[in-house]
């Protein structure tokens, strides 16, 4: 009997997590749960989020208590059909050892480093079957950005993350930071994993990068997700871009980030001293100033990929937060062709704000 | 008749030239400084100037020198800013630390000259610092601190001169010997032994010279300055000079023999030593010195009245240049 | 009362030879203690009087520091120690003065610490009062090496008449150079360079040398002398002098490795060598150029100046330390009764 | 990439790669090499504690072992910053400042304001402080508070390996003269440092503990052991909120100002001695800024007025434990 019993487990959310704070259940002991619902808030000192069922079923036992610390993988809650006894499912919450907190668990190498023509670039690898995904965050971002969907992603096929030249731990000194430069280092990624073609998901600026990949080589892109993209339209919040280059402490960049969120709670203090860390490696300063120059003039955006997308046969869908204070919700609406979803609730950084929805969306294109 | 000195004639009118600015700019402060225009108090240079002067001559803006308290001399010899000297012991915001350093830390970095210093004998560890800059940026630059026979007790210089030794560094380290610490007479301070057999000691050569004695001190000044830059390493110059007025001004010189500053301007004024050979060889006439005593005059005059005209510095300087960024 | 003078100028072992070449620097402490073991010979010698020449270099400190902790723990006896009255000028123009006080107060010798140049200096003012070198200067051609215990010895024995004079005393030869009215001696050699300035005194660019007369060369000697010593060696008591004519190597016919400094070994231009007769005129070989007397540049002189260089024979007396010191070993000078010698040392030794 | 590095280590990376960046970046100190001369191996100390182990052979031209004289190398490499070089000085403990103060205090911070703003002197003092090392008097002090209150003069004083590498390279690349503080204990700490080299720009203190009840603001060794104490009070249901000063001149007033406004109570802890010390200047300013957001008196945790004592028993009472630091806390809270 004890097959048809489900455990309901504290999620995994990046490489760093170690442990979380179940902050809030969202369901009741005795309520038919389906995949997708919202059954509980998870708090880490990175990030807070909602989490959604994996699996459907009867909750018959909620083992976590709220505001408790559990670490990852930590017994939370039971599902079980009717027909299965409480003294079963007392058993197997008995039986269940509760997993240490590991120290540094090391599922296989968390990341790699390809050196590239462009330079040294570091990547994360999810492996599975079929046509893989190629993740690109956006402008000031890196892999971690896709912390809610790299793992959803790897049930339907392999999935590849990168941080772009003169992004999170890739190379920083770049000869001429632009649009072009980030398309070689996508390509050049692609060609040392041959990989002959991929799904490509980009966000905000990864998402231009991804169109620009399309145009450029449609012969390696399966399809397109373009979720908050740039290259769509010409407006864009450059306070936001110019606040994030110019901030130099903790008190500028704070509010600025404020931006990418509809609940801005989730600008943790973690998340913004990550940000300044990375902003204060020697060159990302340079980088920064030279990217933006390239990419956004007189506080519009430069470049474009709508035109060019006329010629890509492949599907294209496009993701948007309603409530995106960086791009204009408006330019989902582009690319003549592509199916669009926008989803409520949730601001630019939608990937994270919304990312069961997204992860759907995506694992339905391909 | 052709010229017997070691320098051109240009050069015996520079070297001139300087050594009557520190005479005047000197003479000058000790009358103003008696009718109280200037605040605070300073130490005269005046009867030392063949010193300074006669070691300067050798030197270019990439070498540096750290001056005493008694740096208006060096400064001067040294290519410092006449004018802006004057504004800055008026504490005029023109002068050449706008106001903000006065008589004891006159400076010009763009003319190597380090600054003169409050502190006894704390140039030395500075030129060695500078010194050891020349060498590892490769240039022949070479380093020279100044101090006075009381200075030599300090622990810093001997330390420096020990640095200077181990290290091989092209620094120089003259002692300006004028026969008192302050007011205490050099042989009771100087524990017997003299300041050459103290260099000797660190494994360096001390020579001593007639301070009074312009040509006696550039051509012994040469040799020394031409062995640093050729790596020969640092060396103790030791000049035996006389200074005219007191340790600082209103010093009454009590501890002086009665006569004793009399017969040092008759006798050993190094003006008028230097005058008396340039003339009596016929290499440069009085009418030439004489146009450069006017000269210098006027020099010293102008400095006067633009200092007492120009602006004092503004309440907001007074918290600015603490720190390059804060 | 016989009296004996000392002079021991800090200013002297200090010149530009310790960077041009690699003289070397005998410390003030050194030369204080080498005063001190004078006072020991000429105490144990019957000199009851010694007068010094004063200065502020730290020798004078040095000694009297010594001598009041030595005389306080009763080990050593010193003769009543004075200095002289004069003014100190921290230059050789002290030696100067101290020479002519001790001549006129008649004291029976001079002692001189230095080198030539301080001897010169001595010897010009000092009149016929014998003098006795011990060598502490830069160059030491003129004063010899010895233990100036010794020397301290020989000076008592010889001022006190306990050796004779003929025994006590030699004779010296001296070179005179006149330019116009001005007179200055050398006793060892006098050199004809053509810079014509003073300045730092010393000679060592080779290039401008151009005359050079001596009284005496030794093949061993140090210094300019020492061109003669290996070319014409010419001893000190021979009535007569040596003369080279010097040239830029250029132009030379020989060229002679000397050492003119000490550790300064350069090749010398020789023009010619001859002999110099005693009490006749000789003019330098250049019309303009300055003499350097026993090293170190004094005078210069240009084409409208007189000029003139005359070697003097017996011109001045030195103490004669091995003779003295024979002298007294043959009559037993310093053999005593047992019970007189402790007698004698206790009863006369009192300092000022 | 990022991977967990020692203070010690991390220092050591910051000097190689800053004396790689800039060839006149050069190190001065007492052993920093070590065995100069001598007929045993070259670099054989590499530092007292060996913090420079290993860098000599990279650079040999860069780092100068010393005579035991400090007041003339610390001077020469004041002097050398005058003249175009940017020496890192090392005075191995601080404690012997006193040999060496003039060049500090008379000559370094003062050359620009005394020169009329004509003046540059971008030298780095690098030396170690704090007790707990059962070195007693002369090898445990802080003396912080001297150093601040110099104008003319940074004075910095990192908690952790991440801030130490970032402040040490802006402390190279600052163009004032900057006395970097190591605390001996936190030598062996560890935490994640980026192997890219990093500046963090001074007077920005960091927030080591968001909390929302009381502030405590301190520095160095105390930033962990404050920590503790937060961790204790937090099952008391105290939350408390941990600024880590980093760089004591200039100091970061708005943060510490913003937080008490927050929490309304503020405990200051100071390993220096308690008159004249960081706690007490802290104090005041808050004392004269927010006086009205305090709910409870100001409470300071320093070490007591009196030497670093030898015996442990006694060393371990010196030093503020996180036991006096959560008792200050409660006060403050009214227990």
């Known amino acids: ?366 | 008749m052709s010229n017997p000195f070691p320098l051109e004639k240009d050069g015996l009118l520079e070297a001139y030239r300087r050594m009557k600015t520190i005479r005047e700019f000197e003479e000058r402060l000790h009358v103003d400084f008696g009718r109280g225009d200037i605040p605070g108090f300073v130490h005269l240079y005046a009867g030392e100037e063949a010193a300074g002067v006669g070691i300067m001559m050798h030197l270019q803006d990439h070498d540096r020198i750290a001056s005493t308290h008694r740096g208006h001399g060096h400064c001067i010899a040294k290519g410092v800013d006449v004018k802006g000297m004057m504004a800055e012991i008026y504490g005029k915001a023109t002068g050449s630390c706008a106001g903000k350093g006065g008589s004891m830390h006159i400076a010009d970095l763009s003319k190597g000259m380090m600054g003169a210093n409050g502190i006894l004998g704390a140039g030395a560890p500075l030129v060695c610092g500078a010194a050891l800059a020349a060498q590892k940026l490769g240039h022949d630059g070479v380093g020279i601190t100044f101090f006075g026979d009381g200075a030599s007790n300090q622990g810093t210089v001997l330390e420096s001169m020990n640095l200077a030794a181990i290290w091989n560094l092209p620094a120089i380290f003259v002692v300006e010997n004028n026969g008192y610490a302050e007011s205490t007479s050099v042989d009771y301070a100087v524990a017997s032994d003299s300041y050459v057999d103290r260099a000797t000691g660190f494994g360096m050569p001390g020579i001593t010279v007639d301070g009074t004695d312009f040509f006696a001190v550039y051509e012994a000044a040469g040799e020394v300055v031409k062995r640093a830059r050729e790596g020969g390493g640092p060396t103790l110059l030791e000049c035996k000079m006389i200074r005219f007025f007191g340790h600082f001004e209103g010093d009454a010189q009590t501890y002086r023999a009665p006569g004793e500053n009399e017969d040092n301007r008759k006798n050993r004024d190094c003006l008028k030593i230097f005058r008396a050979k340039v003339t009596e060889a016929g290499v440069l006439t009085d009418a030439e010195l004489n146009a450069i005593d006017a000269e210098v005059m006027t020099l010293i005059e102008d400095a006067v009245r633009e200092a007492k005209a120009a602006p004092l510095p503004t309440p907001a300087d007074l918290t600015t240049d603490v720190y390059v960024s804060y | 009362m016989t009296k004996v003078g000392i002079i021991a100028n800090p200013v002297s072992a200090r010149d530009i030879r310790r960077i041009v070449s690699h003289a070397g620097n005998l410390p003030i402490n050194d030369r204080a203690n080498i005063v001190l073991r004078m006072l020991t010979g000429l105490m144990a010698t019957g000199v009851e009087e010694v007068v010094i020449m004063p200065e502020n270099g730290g020798i004078r400190t040095q000694l009297m520091r010594t001598i009041d902790r030595e005389s306080r723990m009763g080990h050593l006896r010193f003769p009543r120690v004075s200095y002289l009255d004069m003014p100190v000028t921290c230059t050789s123009d002290d030696s100067a003065e101290a020479a002519r006080q001790m001549h006129d107060q008649g004291v029976g010798a001079i002692v001189v610490l230095g080198g030539d140049g301080t001897n010169r200096v001595v010897v010009s003012r000092c009149g016929n009062t014998p003098i006795a070198g011990v060598s502490t200067g830069t160059n030491n051609a003129f004063p010899e090496l010895r233990e100036p215990t010794i020397t301290g010895l020989a000076v008592g024995l010889a001022v006190t008449g306990q050796v004779p004079c003929d025994h006590a005393y030699s004779y010296n030869k001296r070179l005179e150079v006149r330019v116009n009215d001005q007179r200055e001696i050398a006793l060892v050699d006098v050199a004809v360079v053509s810079e014509r300035f003073i300045g730092a005194r010393a000679i060592w660019k080779t290039a401008n040398f151009r005359d050079l007369f001596v009284t005496f060369g030794r093949p061993d000697g140090i210094g300019m002398s020492s061109i003669i010593g290996l070319l014409a060696p010419l001893d000190r008591q021979t009535p007569e002098g040596r003369r080279a004519r010097l040239l830029p190597l250029e132009t030379a016919k020989t060229r002679l490795v000397a050492p003119i400094a000490p550790g300064l070994i350069e090749e010398v231009g020789i023009g010619g060598v001859e002999k110099v007769l005693p009490d006749t005129v000789y003019l330098p070989s250049v019309s303009a150029g300055s003499f350097a007397l026993d090293g170190e540049r004094e005078l210069t002189f240009s084409e409208t100046c007189d000029v003139s260089i005359r070697l003097q024979t017996d011109a001045f007396r030195t103490v004669n330390v091995p003779d003295c010191m024979a002298y007294a070993a043959r009559h037993g000078l310093l053999t005593r009764a047992a019970s007189e010698a402790l007698r004698t040392a206790h009863q006369t030794g009192r300092t000022t | 990439m990022a991977r967990t590095l020692s203070m010690k280590d991390a220092i050591n990376e910051a000097l190689d790669q800053e004396m790689t960046r800039d060839p006149t970046v050069i190190m001065m100190g007492e052993d920093i090499v070590g065995g100069a001369g001598a007929a045993g191996e070259d670099d054989a100390w590499g530092g007292v504690l060996g913090v420079s182990k290993g860098l000599y052979h990279k650079h040999p031209k860069q780092m100068i072992d010393t005579p035991l004289s400090e007041s003339a190398y610390v001077g020469a490499a004041i002097g050398a910053a005058t003249c175009g070089l940017r020496p890192v000085a090392e005075l191995m403990f601080i404690d012997f400042m006193g040999v060496c103060l003039d060049q500090i205090y008379n000559q370094a911070a003062k050359f620009r304001y005394m020169f009329g703003g004509k003046a540059e002197t971008p030298v780095v003092i690098r030396a170690m402080c704090g007790a707990g090392f059962r070195a007693a008097a002369q090898h445990s002090q802080m003396l912080t508070p001297i150093f601040t209150h110099i104008p003319g003069l940074k004075v910095v004083c990192p908690s952790n390996a991440y801030d130490t590498k970032g402040l040490l390279i802006q402390a190279i690349r600052d163009n004032d003269p900057v006395i970097f503080l190591e605390h001996k204990n936190l030598y062996a700490s560890e935490c994640d440092v980026p192997e890219e080299p990093y500046a963090i720009p001074f007077g920005e203190a960091n927030i080591a503990r968001e909390g929302s009840n009381v502030t405590i603001v301190t520095y160095g060794l105390m930033v962990p052991n404050s920590l503790a104490a937060a961790e204790t009070l937090k099952k008391e249901g105290i939350d408390v909120e941990v600024i880590d000063l980093r760089t004591l001149s200039p100091i970061d007033m708005d943060t510490v100002i913003e937080s008490v406004e927050n929490t309304g109570r503020l405990v200051c802890v100071d390993e220096a001695n308690p008159r004249c010390s960081i706690a007490s200047d802290v104090s005041a300013s808050v004392a004269q800024e927010a006086f009205k957001a305090l709910k409870a008196p100001i409470a300071m945790v320093t070490a007591p007025h009196a030497p670093v004592p030898f015996s442990p028993a006694l060393e371990d009472l010196y030093i503020p434990s996180p036991d006096r630091i959560a008792a200050a806390v409660r006060k403050t809270m009214g227990a």
């Open chain 1, 1 to 366: 009997m004890s097959d048809l019993i489900t455990p309901i487990l504290m999620p995994k959310w990046g490489l760093s997590m170690r442990e979380g704070t179940l902050a809030a259940w969202h369901v009741e002991e005795g309520t038919e749960i389906s995949p997708g619902d919202e059954i509980m808030d998870v708090e880490t000192d990175k990030i807070a989020n909602v989490v959604e069922a994996a699996d459907g079923g009867l909750l018959r036992r909620r083992v976590g208590q709220a505001g408790e610390v559990y670490p990852v993988r930590a017994l939370l809650g039971v599902l079980a059909p009717a027909e299965v006894s409480d003294a079963e499912v007392d058993a197997y919450v008995d039986a269940f050892e509760m997993p240490q907190v590991e120290e540094d668990e090391d599922s296989g190498p968390a990341h790699d480093y390809a050196d590239l023509p462009i330079g040294r670039i570091r990547y994360t690898t999810r492996e599975g079957e079929g046509v893989p995904i190629l993740l690109i965050h956006g402008f000031g971002g890196d892999l971690d950005n896709w912390l809610f969907n790299i793992d959803a992603l790897a049930e339907k096929a392999p999935v590849h993350a990168l941080d772009l030249p003169g992004h999170g731990q890739s190379v920083k000194a770049v000869d001429n930071p632009g649009l072009g430069t980030m398309v070689d280092a996508v390509v050049q990624l692609m060609d040392h994993l041959n990989i002959e073609k991929a799904h490509l998901v980009g966000h905000s600026m990864g998402g231009l990068v991804s169109g620009q990949v399309a145009i450029d080589h449609p012969g390696r892109v399966a399809s397109l997700t373009l979720i908050c993209s740039a290259g769509l339209g010409e407006e864009i919040n450059s306070g936001y871009i110019d606040g994030f280059v110019g901030a130099a402490s903790r008190k500028e960049l704070k509010p600025v980030l404020k931006d990418l969120f509809a609940d801005q709670s989730l600008v943790s203090r973690a998340m913004v001293d990550d940000l300044l860390k990375y902003k204060r490696l020697d060159g990302v300063q340079g980088f920064l100033e030279a990217l933006r120059g390239n990419l956004f003039v007189a506080g519009r955006q430069a470049a474009g990929i709508v035109a060019g997308l006329a010629g890509f046969s492949g599907p294209v869908q496009v993701i948007w937060g309603a409530g995106d204070a960086v791009i204009p919700q408006a330019h989902a609406n582009a690319i003549p062709g592509a199916s669009v979803t926008v989803i409520e609730g949730a601001g630019h950084m939608v990937q994270m704000e919304g990312s069961s929805r997204v992860n759907d969306l995506i694992r339905d294109q391909i």
